[in-house]
């Protein structure tokens, strides 16, 4: 997350309104046998303006489910508020070109090679 900090345009993302949340706790499901069976850890946090819906429940701990599914449900807010504009579509981008200038790079780097070894070894192909 760091790399992106200074590219990245984080002033349209949206903020949460605890009214516009609608927070259920739910038992989990999935491995973890009586400890999951039993407890109600899973978070569903549903925005009422838009009706997302996010469920969450990669942790044990409720807090940190309720942490996790305020940050899914901001970003699903932004990428449908901002579309183009917002924090994922952006990232999105720079990867994009720091994969396109990697490999603009590595031909580079390829090309000189080539050439560095027809200067020294000529353009023979009866190497042996």
């Given at each position: 997350?760091?790399?992106?900090?200074k590219s990245i345009d984080n002033s349209r993302v949206p903020v949460l309104q605890?009214?516009?949340?609608?927070?259920?706790?739910?038992?989990?499901?999935?491995?973890?046998?009586?400890?999951?069976?039993?407890?109600?850890?899973?978070?569903?946090?549903?925005?009422?303006?838009?009706?997302l819906v996010v469920q969450c429940h990669t942790s044990r701990s409720l807090f940190?489910?309720?942490?996790?599914?305020?940050?899914?449900?901001?970003?699903?807010?932004?990428?449908?508020?901002?579309?183009?504009?917002?924090?994922?579509?952006q990232r999105q981008r720079l990867d994009q070109r720091k994969q396109t200038e990697?490999?603009?790079?590595?031909?580079?780097?390829?090309?000189?090679?080539?050439?560095?070894?027809?200067?020294?070894?000529?353009?023979?192909?009866?190497?042996?």
């Amino acid at each position: 997350w760091r790399m992106y900090s200074k590219s990245i345009d984080n002033s349209r993302v949206p903020v949460l309104q605890e009214d516009d949340l609608e927070e259920s706790f739910v038992r989990g499901s999935g491995p973890g046998g009586q400890s999951v069976a039993k407890t109600n850890n899973k978070v569903v946090l549903t925005h009422k303006p838009t009706g997302l819906v996010v469920q969450c429940h990669t942790s044990r701990s409720l807090f940190e489910n309720r942490r996790v599914a305020r940050q899914l449900l901001v970003a699903k807010l932004d990428q449908l508020i901002n579309g183009d504009q917002s924090v994922e579509a952006q990232r999105q981008r720079l990867d994009q070109r720091k994969q396109t200038e990697t490999a603009r790079r590595k031909m580079r780097l390829q090309a000189k090679k080539k050439a560095w070894k027809e200067r020294e070894f000529g353009n023979d192909g009866d190497r042996e």
